[in-house]
Every structure is written in C-alpha cells, then in structure tokens.
C-alpha cells in the first residue's frame, strides 16, 4: 500500500459543501488503492476571527494562551471532515497534533517539529481507516500546545508525509499551481510544471505563500515531492516540486512580493572593525531578523550601514539602538517604513548577464526607486515603497515576458 499525505487549506474547507468536495480527492486517492493522511486548515477565515477576538480581551496576551486560541480553528475542521467521510460510508479518525502526537521544540508561534510518533496512524491505515489531522500544530516535551507560525498547515503535512515515508504530499489550495507571480496580481501569470526544492524555497521566502516556507525545507531534506494543485478544478495537474536538475542556463521561477518591509539606516558610524558587528549582535540577541544588508563608505570617512527588517520589528529596533548597550558610535538613524521586497527567483541568475538590468530598466521605466537590492546565487532582491508593488511586479514580469515562456 503506498500512502499519500494531502493538505487542504482554508479556502478549500470554508463550508459543508467545499467539505464533500474534500472527501471526493480524499476518496479518489484511497480508491486507488492507497493509505490517505489529510491535513486541514481552519475554515475560511477563522484562524483570523480568533486573533480579532484575542485583540479584544489584550493586545499582549501570553504567547501559551495564545497558541492554545488559535489551535481550536483546526480542531473544528478535522472533526467535520472526518464526520463527512463517515457519511459516505468510509471509516475516518481525526487527530489534533497532540493526539498524533507531533512533538516539538516548544517555541510558542513558532514552534519547529522534533519528531512525529507515527505509530498510531500506521495502524490506522493498516486498517482501512482515513487519517485526518489538524495543521499547524503540535505539542512541546512539556506538554504545551505549540503552533507553527501563520500557514503553518503545509509545514505539518510535509512533516507527516516525510515521517510517514509516504509517496508524495499533494497541497490543494486555492489556485492551480505555483505561478510566475501571483496570479491574483499579475494577470498574465502562467503556471510552472516543475520546481526544484531551492527555488521553491526562495520564492516561498520571499513572500509567495502558497507554500509555507518550512515545508519546503523539510521537503528537500527528505526529497519528498510535492504537488501544488487546485482542489477546485477536477483536473488540475499542478506544480511538482521536487529535486528535478535542470540543465545549465537560466530558468526564471517567479517573482514574489513581502510586505510590511521597513528600512532602518545608521549614519555617520565609526569606520572600525567590530562596529558594523555591534548592529547585528545587538539586535540578534533580541531575535530581531535582519534581510537586506548595504554598507557604504568613503575612504576613511564615517560609513552608512541600512538594513532591513519586518515592520513588526521596526519600534523594538529602534529601541534597542538607541540604548545602545554596546556603545555604537554613529551620527544619526533613520528609517523608512511601507516599504516591499520584490525578489526575482531562478536557477541561472547569477550566471546569466542581463537579469539585473532587465529588472532594474523595469523599475526605472516605472519611476520606482529602488533602496536597497540583494544578490544571490538564484535570487536578486529589491527594497521599494510598498505602494509601487504591484506596478514592480507587473513590470518586472512582463520585461522578462514571464507571462509568454520562462526565460
Ligand atoms: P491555503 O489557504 O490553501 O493554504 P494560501 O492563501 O496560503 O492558501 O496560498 C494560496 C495563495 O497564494 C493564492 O491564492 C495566491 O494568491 C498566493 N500566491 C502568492 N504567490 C503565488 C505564486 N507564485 N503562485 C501561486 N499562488 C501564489
Ligand atoms: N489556520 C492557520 C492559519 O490561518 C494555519 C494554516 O492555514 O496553514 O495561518
Ligand atoms: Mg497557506
């Protein structure tokens, strides 16, 4: 018997009738011979709704209570799910990631997955019985209900398909693949068949979140394929990623959007070894994470060091610099907020001349700033006002005529 994980998000679970249209891939899948793991997500928008309720008893409430509130969404869906299958006659068992159980590091919003006990849902299969169980959670060593972060769902179902050693972890959302951008955004938009593990992970963190970007993680460290598919169309093939090697040359993945980006600068910092040093330990011993990094100077002169961070993170930063424990000497700090990362992901770019100039003529023929930029290996990155972004991406997209073929 081979074993398929799949994951159903939000969209795809919202009501009763989206329910049965659940059980019907559940059931093709199980009919064709082979153990079936479902993953759900809350319904529809409830894990939002739970966090505008939470936002009215306190806007600081513990991170354990916290993570025991949202948890509830899932918990609600496994058990109507698993009630749907029943109802047409097939015997179906739902867990919460406690029950599984899905153990983990115990980081309260964030927590990671140490080890799935997966004794009890091999039995369950053995016995003809459909497993369903809820995303994006697990429980510490401790004991305490510990959560994966916001679309956290995906992360589980890779994690159990990897711990299952099932055949694929099929991800049904709400569009019919992954795209060359968001196809909610950029109309021209085309699918892509195949992806490898690195793009994938550099697209979902970079902003597309049609995978959570941990699952791709544990995908590629398992080499467990994925398949992104509609759960809407019947005959969706979807996007495969997996550790598929493409041949030399380039190959443009996609371009991703993030949001609330805020840009922080210090001026006038003393030119000395260790001082740039001094930004990044201050602020990593505060589990601040910092993306772009740009360093300027003149010979001799003072330097300018800018960089970025999630606008969630811009006040505590702020803070922390201006007290300063580390003596830092500097003139002045600035920052800009409203601010997105455009990135532009593809095996190739940093061998392939022209990329950057194409995206960068994109944005200049738009008018659009850019102020900071980041280069990698697969990934060219751009810091612009967070107004701009959709005109970027449509821009940068149809400049490299992502919307007619892949580069
Ligand atoms: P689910 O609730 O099924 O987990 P999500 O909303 O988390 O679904 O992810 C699906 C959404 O991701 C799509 O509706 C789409 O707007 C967005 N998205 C962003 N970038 C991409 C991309 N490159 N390809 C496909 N979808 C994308
Ligand atoms: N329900 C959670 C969220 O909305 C997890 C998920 O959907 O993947 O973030
Ligand atoms: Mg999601």
């Known amino acids: 018997m081979g074993i398929i994980v799949q994951k159903f998000g939000g969209s795809s679970v919202a009501d009763t009738e989206k329910l049965f249209n659940v059980c019907e891939h559940v ?47 899932e918990q609600i869906t496994i058990a109507k799910l698993a009630m749907c299958l029943n109802k047409l006659g097939h015997k179906a068992v739902s867990y919460m990631g406690w029950q599984v159980p899905i153990i983990t590091d115990g980081v309260f919003g964030e927590a990671r997955i140490k080890k799935i006990d997966t004794a009890k849902i091999m039995k369950d299969l053995d016995e003809g019985t459909i497993v369903v169980v809820a995303g994006f959670q697990g429980v510490s060593e401790k004991g305490d209900i510990t959560t994966f972060g916001r679309g956290g769902s995906d992360t589980t179902a890779v994690a159990l398909a990897a711990a299952l050693k099932a055949d694929k972890c099929e991800i049904f959302t709400d569009v019919d693949g992954v795209f060359s951008a968001d196809p909610r955004i950029v109309e021209d938009a085309i699918k892509i068949e195949t992806m490898t593990y690195d ?39 979807g996007t ?57 100077r003149g010979e001799h002169a003072p330097k300018d060091v800018s960089f970025s961070i999630g606008t969630e993170d811009l006040e505590k930063t ?18 800009f907020t409203n601010l997105s990362k455009i990135s532009l992901v593809g095996v190739g770019i940093a061998n392939t001349p022209g990329v950057a100039a194409s995206m960068f003529e994109a944005l200049s023929e738009c008018n659009i700033n850019m102020r900071l930029i980041s280069t990698s290996e697969i990934k060219i990155s751009v810091l612009i006002d967070e107004n701009k972004a959709e005109r970027a991406m449509k821009a940068i997209h149809e400049k490299l005529t992502l919307g007619k073929h892949l580069v």
Do not use: W
Request: aromatic share 4%; net charge negative.
């Open 27 to 73: 059931l093709k899948a199980y009919n064709e011979g082979n153990g079936v793991v479902v993953v759900v997500s809350a319904q529809g928008k409830t894990t939002d709704k739970l966090i505008a309720e939470e936002a009215e008893i306190s806007n600081k409430p513990t991170k354990r209570e916290h993570d025991v509130l949202v948890a509830t969404g």
């Open 199 to 237: 793009e994938m992970l550099e697209l979902s963190s970079s902003g597309a979140k049609v995978l959570h970007n941990r699952c791709v993680e544990i995908a590629k460290n398992f080499e467990m394929p994925i398949v992104v598919k509609s759960s809407f169309e019947k005959e969706s093939t």
């Open 240 to 296: 495969l990623v997996d550790r598929y090697d493409k041949m030399e040359g380039l190959h443009i993945g996609g371009i991703a959007v993030m949001n609330d980006v805020s840009k922080v600068t210090l001026l006038g910092m003393a030119d000395r070894i260790g001082e740039t040093y001094k930004i990044f330990k201050i602020l990593s011993e505060n589990d601040i994470n910092i993306d772009i990094i740009a360093q300027s």
């Open 318 to 335: 702020i803070d922390l610099l201006d007290n300063n424990t580390e003596g830092l000497e500097y003139t002045e700090i600035k920052y």
